[in-house]
């Protein structure tokens, strides 16, 4: 297959990258390196010398999008500004890359009939429904412009699958972890910060008492859940539809700190001794998320491989191996 993965330089598109091309298929990454980084796809262009390409350019602009699905069969849509306190300080820019970047690749898909078309959704989507597990089907209002761009993304697949007779899945993936989340930066994600300033002896704040919880969730089951996506069969039921992508269970901030805790103090036993700071709660922050896995279970045949356990002790030696 000919695969097209924007932001395929960013943590998620690279490991999607590295799946597809390892199971013999010819990839395509779309990426503007400005969330992603070289390093993470580097090594797939003397591995992969005639499978793998590179186009720099950005989803804002349609010609860009044009030009990067030529040939293409499949589009795993992962670019996006991700972080809902960056989408609260800078909603602009969120929007046009969010939006406005996304309609360009469903355009540009569209034209050259792409067979189907997948794309990151959010849990995020799921705003200020205080419903446990979270339903695919049944949300609440957004609490962020993140948020926003990332429902506005869903409600765009389903008209232009209504009105132009395109396939899409889009993933609701859920506070994913794992080998090259970026541990740096004003926006980076609870798990690689955590991890970064334990390994540093430095002490985590947690906003609020710890007691929001999440969904972690593992990036090989992300992987799954693609593949799945791309091998559902044509006009199927499972096709043009929302999955929540996840594990399954939920993990307060404390739990899972004390988790890193435990994995870290094998390379390091003063970490065990760290203690976190509290901070406030953040602006737009859901406090609890869950996710029914139920529909993917029945439509995609999805069984994750992952627990949050199993996955933070992956992440936790590689990211050791990186600092040393």
């Known amino acids: ?28 990454c779309l990426d503007n390196f400005s969330t992603g980084k070289r390093e993470n796809i580097q090594p797939f262009f003397s591995q992969y010398p005639s499978a793998f390409q590179l186009i720099e350019g950005d989803i804002r602009n349609l010609e860009t999008c044009r030009r990067a699905v030529v040939g293409v069969d499949y589009v795993l849509h992962e670019a996006a500004l991700g972080s809902v306190p960056r989408s609260i300080n800078d909603p602009i820019t969120t929007n046009e890359v969010n939006i406005s970047g996304f309609l360009n690749m469903l355009v540009a898909a569209r034209d050259e009939k792409v067979k189907r078309f997948i794309f990151a959704a959010s849990s995020s989507t799921y705003g200020d429904s205080t419903a446990l597990p979270k339903v695919e089907e049944n949300i609440g209002r957004p609490l962020s412009p993140y948020a926003i761009t990332k429902y506005v993304n869903e409600l765009y697949a389903d008209v232009f699958c209504r009105t132009y007779g395109m396939e899409y899945i889009g993933l609701r993936y859920f506070n994913v972890f794992g080998r090259r989340q970026d541990p740096n930066g004003a926006y980076a994600a609870v798990i690689p910060l955590f991890v970064k300033l334990l390994i540093e002896h430095k002490q985590p704040i947690i906003n609020g008492d710890g007691e929001y919880s999440r969904d972690f969730t593992y990036i090989d089951n992300v992987l799954l859940m693609n593949k799945l996506a791309i091998e559902a069969k044509v006009g199927s039921d499972a096709v043009n539809q929302i999955y929540n992508t996840a594990f399954g269970e939920r993990t307060t901030l404390n739990q899972l700190l004390g988790a890193l805790k435990e994995l870290l103090s094998q390379f390091d036993p003063e970490i065990q001794n760290i203690e976190p700071i509290h901070g406030p709660n953040r602006s737009g922050d859901i406090p609890h998320s869950l996710a029914s896995i139920d529909k993917a279970k029945h439509l995609l045949g999805y069984a994750p491989k992952f627990s949050m356990y199993e996955g933070l002790k992956n992440a936790v030696d590689w990211y050791w191996k990186q600092n040393k």
């Open 1 to 28: 297959m000919n695969i097209l993965i924007t932001g395929g330089a960013g943590f998620i598109g690279s490991n999607l990258c590295e799946f597809f091309l390892a199971q013999g298929h010819n990839v395509t």
